[in-house]
């Protein structure tokens, strides 16, 4: 096995792990929010559509290269912005929070 | 250059992790989104510097981001609250779309004999990327009911899902033997899709919400799977992020519904059940309906009340009215409150997002377990457009469906008030039994329409 791949299992088993952890306490009420968000975060499947549009050449790649370009492009930008459309919703409600007893 | 790469993909890995614990907290929630998007930003940046561009691969990545931030953007912004659950499901399977087409855009360029630790990742990623993509796909046609939001199932549905599966198993194992022959990756694409489709079909609409939530997993794994095909850090750290919160995030979404995820994924629930309990309300028992007077009357005399907002309520958008409602009552010094079931709208949390829309006031917004023994103290339990979330069936009825679904306790009010458009059952299309409870009121319409009406009775019952 090259270093190259054990590195990169040692990344994706941390990242379970990390993931797993970092949302293990989120309130119902974030559900729907932390989804989007999460969502908005798979988009960097655009870092890959432009690897792979980068060097297209021939009608197949490019047709490929463009249609996944368009569609990650889509994911990440439509994801993060109705995450923040969920959350913007939240924002007055902030102060009021901070005297109430969280849960 | 390539250390400054990797030390930016670092970066962004740790600007996901932060935003994701963010995310989490409703304080935080806000910038969390900022700190994730900011994480993409850099991650894109970094990847760009190494790059051999063509000069057709400049103009396709140009138009593709050109036409995606425009449909992303638009979308985004355009789209009503009460649609944001399919448009998320939409925005997911874009994106497992997209890890689909990298994998075989990598496999075309291995040729005809990759490593099988190159070949496999990106034959899982066309996979798991295209069954998340027609799944999504089903999921926001179902939610916008651009087809019937009841499952669609049929004899033997299992056992063709099944042999769907063992297919696109045997048609990897093929694949990865004799590897690179574009004509089986087309073959294996379809049949994917094929399954993604099959596989949300006997889901019913009111769980699509976790359908999504495994499907955002799903992508997630996909875009690990296409970063390990790359050899790309960030890909395979974002994807495995998204992969491991997403499941953990689906299985609390079904706890919260109180059912297992494989009830939720193979019981065609909401498909009518020939149990003893769903059928027992239809023997010509009687309702109460009553006037928006008598209800305006009982709700202007009485000191606690508390409103149940469900998914009648968020698509008739009467959120704003049941705030008007609520405030009219409160000057009157009635004590108001909503009890927000975990599932109520059509995604946990949903319905907070939209009453705080309304600017209904954080305080009053209260979740089930704070709320539930205060029931037989109010007055009135004032149901807007909810249904199986008061549905006792899911408390006394083994036969059910529903049954064992933790419920809102409104039928230990001392009235309820059950504002509906129909008789007919809700998203889950079970009869609900208190409906034909003597202490309930009928009070049919459209829930906005008909909180106006109150609105106007509470004021002449001054």
């Known amino acids: 096995m090259s270093n190259e791949l054990l590195n990169e299992i040692t990344f994706f088993v941390l990242s379970i792990f990390v993931g797993i952890e970092v949302i293990s306490k989120v309130p119902t009420i974030l559900h729907t929010p932390l989804m989007s968000g999460t969502n908005a975060i798979h988009g960097i499947i655009l870092v890959g559509a432009i690897v792979i549009a980068a060097g297209a050449s021939s009608p197949v790649t490019i047709a490929l290269g463009l249609v996944a370009v368009t569609l990650a492009t889509t994911n990440v930008v439509g994801g993060f912005v109705v995450t923040d459309r969920m959350l913007e919703m939240f924002k007055g409600r902030q102060a009021q929070k901070q005297t109430t007893p969280t849960k | ?462």
């Open chain 2, 1 to 462: 250059m390539r250390t400054a790469i990797s030390l930016a993909y670092l970066v962004a890995a740790v600007l996901f992790i932060v935003g994701l614990k963010q995310l989490s907290s409703p304080k935080g929630a806000r910038n969390g989104n900022f700190i994730a998007a900011a994480g993409m930003v850099i991650a894109l940046v970094a990847t760009l510097p190494l790059l051999n561009f063509t000069s057709a691969g400049v103009t396709i990545i140009l138009i593709g981001i050109v036409i995606g931030t425009a449909v992303g953007a638009v979308g985004a912004r355009m789209v009503k609250m009460t649609a944001i659950p399919q448009m998320v499901a939409l925005f997911n399977g874009v994106g497992g779309g997209a890890a689909a087409l990298v994998a075989v855009a990598e496999l075309l360029r291995m040729g005809q004999h990759p490593a099988f630790t190159e070949a496999f990742p990106s034959i899982f990623s066309i996979v798991i990327g295209s069954i998340s993509f027609a799944g999504s796909m089903v999921a926001f046609a179902k939610l916008q009911e651009l087809m019937t939001g009841t499952p669609i199932t049929y004899p033997g549905q299992q056992v063709v899902n099944g042999i769907l599966a063992a297919a696109i198993f045997g048609f990897v194992i093929a694949v990865l033997a004799v590897a690179s022959v574009p004509f089986s990756f087309i073959a294996l694409m379809v049949l994917a899709l094929v399954l993604g489709v099959a596989f949300v079909l006997p889901i019913g609409g009111a769980d699509m919400p976790v359908v999504i939530s495994l499907l955002n997993a799903f992508t997630g794994l996909a875009v690990a799977a296409s970063g390990f095909t790359l050899n790309n850090f960030a890909l395979i750290v974002a994807g495995t992020l998204v992969g491991a919160s997403g499941s953990l995030l689906t299985k609390m979404m079904s706890d919260a519904m109180g059912r297992s995820l494989a009830n939720v994924l193979f019981g065609a629930f909401g498909k009518s059940h020939a149990g003893a309990a769903a059928i027992a309300g239809k023997e010509g028992r009687s309702v109460r309906s009553g006037s928006a007077e008598d209800i305006g009357t009982l709700l202007a005399y009485s000191q606690r009340v508390i409103i149940v907002p469900g998914y009648g309520l968020a698509v008739a958008q009467a959120q704003h009215a049941a705030r008007e409602l609520a405030e009219l009552l409160e000057r009157r010094g009635v004590e108001v409150s909503y009890a927000i079931h975990p599932v109520a709208g059509r995604m946990p949390g949903h319905m907070n997002v939209l009453l705080a829309e309304a600017n209904v006031p954080y305080e009053q917004l209260k979740e089930m377990d704070e709320i539930n023994d205060e029931f037989k103290n109010a007055d009135v339990a004032l149901i807007v457009g909810a249904n199986d979330v008061v549905n006792p069936s899911a408390r006394n009825a083994p036969g059910s469906p529903i049954y064992g679904m933790p419920i809102l306790n409104a039928d230990q009010a001392k009235n309820i008030i059950f504002m509906k458009r129909s008789m007919r059952p809700g998203f889950a299309g079970i009869d609900n039994d208190l409906m034909y409870d003597p202490k309930t009121v009928m009070f049919f319409g459209d829930a906005k329409d008909s909180l106006t009406k109150l609105v106007a009775a509470v004021k002449a019952a001054a």
